[in-house]
């Protein structure tokens, strides 16, 4: 069984910082990718950054500039640096990652979502 453990989401004032963590755990032979999503209230789920694990990073346009993310391989686990937090990535943030379990083949596992809260 894998689980996603998700912390440091809470309530920021507009233009502070965040850094969200996220541990994978399990029988868990190899991870592709690791990533953040979001979703906002009435909005759809989207992607907010990914990295591989050789390093590459994608990033969502609106976050572009102000996010990280880092990855660190042998703890399995991602983080999400927020810098110049805006009312607008108010929402909770997902964990994803594109993983393989011992024994079987990819699949993607999600984390129980942490909130974020930008506002004054």
């Known amino acids: 069984q894998v689980q996603l453990v998700e912390s440091g989401g809470g309530l920021v004032q507009p233009g502070g910082s965040l850094r969200l963590s996220c541990a994978a755990s399990?029988?868990?032979?190899?991870?592709?990718?690791m990533g953040w999503y979001r979703q906002a209230p009435g909005k759809e789920r989207e992607l907010v950054a990914a990295i591989t694990s050789g390093g590459s990073t994608n990033y969502a346009d609106s976050v572009k500039g102000r996010f990280t993310i880092s990855r660190d391989n042998a703890r399995n686990t991602v983080y999400l640096q927020m810098n110049s937090l805006k009312p607008e990535d108010t929402a909770v943030y997902y964990c994803?990652?594109?993983?393989?379990?011992?024994?079987?083949?990819?699949?993607?596992?999600w984390g129980q979502g942490t909130q974020v809260t930008v506002s004054s």
């Open positions: 399990g029988s868990i032979f190899s991870i592709n990718v």
């Open positions: 994803h990652a594109h993983l393989r379990v011992s024994g079987m083949g990819y699949d993607d596992y």
